[in-house]
């Protein structure tokens, strides 16, 4: 993955982890994860956009991490960004 720098997250590091469905809303993202975050995005000719990331607590596990994603972003759809957790940021066009 290209090297690209996106609000505080180096995107450096990173491992592929896959595909996150979100089916009510008939959306998908490309997941990057390394020790302290979970990123989530697409990726198009000039390499991977992040779309938003989740900031890993030290405790959690990768898929603990994961669920709690998928669940910021389901609230994200459903109520709105005020009421996602703390550890979750995302640009203006998710």
């Given amino acids: 993955m ?4 996106i609000g505080n997250v180096e995107m450096v590091g990173f491992k592929y982890i896959g595909i996150l469905e979100l089916e009510e809303h008939d959306t998908y993202f490309e997941v990057y994860a390394n020790d302290e ?3 989530f995005g697409g ?3 000039v390499g991977f956009i992040e779309s938003g990331h989740y900031k890993r607590e030290e405790y ?3 898929d ?3 669920q709690e994603l998928h669940t910021d972003l389901e609230v994200l759809y459903q109520d709105g ?4 957790s ?3 940021d995302c ?3 998710v």
């Fill in 37 to 39: 975050y979970v990123v």
């Fill in 81 to 84: 960004k005020h009421y996602t």
């Fill in 2 to 5: 290209p090297y690209k720098t």
């Fill in 43 to 45: 990726a198009c000719n």
């Fill in 64 to 66: 603990e991490s994961i």
């Fill in 86 to 88: 703390d550890n979750f």
């Fill in 91 to 93: 640009n203006d066009r």
């Fill in 60 to 62: 959690q596990t990768l």
